[in-house]
């Protein structure tokens, strides 16, 4: 579960970013997504380990079946952090100007001024740095759930 805050800091960089803006809806989707795997692998791992005496091959497929979710887990962090680095790279060069010349505010927040690339890009770095964390977090969790 301490996944999802370091993917909560990316979403709310990229949010308050006003070159990358509504992207970080694919932030919360990404979070969503995780939060429905990580609690089915964990309530699967608890269930193998609490009817192990009971039912052993009933114990054995949902064990199996956590640690699948588990591996599962890392995969779409690990995707979704590529996915997001790059596609909020791209959208920031160019909604910043770097390749056209023209700026495009993407949203709907004036936090940050939009004439400041320095912050805007802060933001955007520590945004991709979140999402490393919380891929580096995902491969702890499911070191544990497998345990």
Same mark, same amino acid.
């Given at each position: 579960m301490y996944v999802?805050?370091?993917l909560l800091f990316s979403a709310i960089c990229s949010f308050v970013?006003?070159?990358?803006?509504?992207?970080s809806m694919f932030t919360i989707v990404e979070i969503i997504i995780i939060f429905c795997v990580d609690i089915n692998a964990n309530i699967r791992m608890r269930q193998s380990r609490a009817?192990? @005496?009971?039912?052993?091959?009933? @114990?054995?497929?949902?064990?199996?079946?956590?640690?699948?979710? @588990?591996? @599962?887990?890392?995969?779409?962090?690990?995707?979704? !952090?590529v996915i997001t !680095?790059?596609?909020?790279?791209?959208v920031w060069m160019l909604a910043s100007g770097s390749l !056209?010349?023209?700026?495009?505010?993407? !949203?709907?927040?004036r936090i940050v001024p939009e004439d400041d690339l320095t912050i805007s890009c802060m933001l955007l770095i520590a945004g991709i740095l979140f999402q490393i964390i919380a891929m580096v977090l995902g491969f702890v969790r499911r070191k544990q759930l497998i345990r």
């Open positions: 999802l805050i370091p970013n006003p070159y990358v803006g509504l992207f009817s192990s @005496a009971e039912d052993a091959v009933r @114990a054995e497929r949902m064990g199996r079946s956590g640690k699948i979710l @588990a591996t @599962a887990e890392c995969i779409f962090i690990i995707l979704f !952090t !680095t790059v596609v909020s790279l791209g !056209t010349g023209d700026t495009v505010i993407m !949203t709907p927040l």
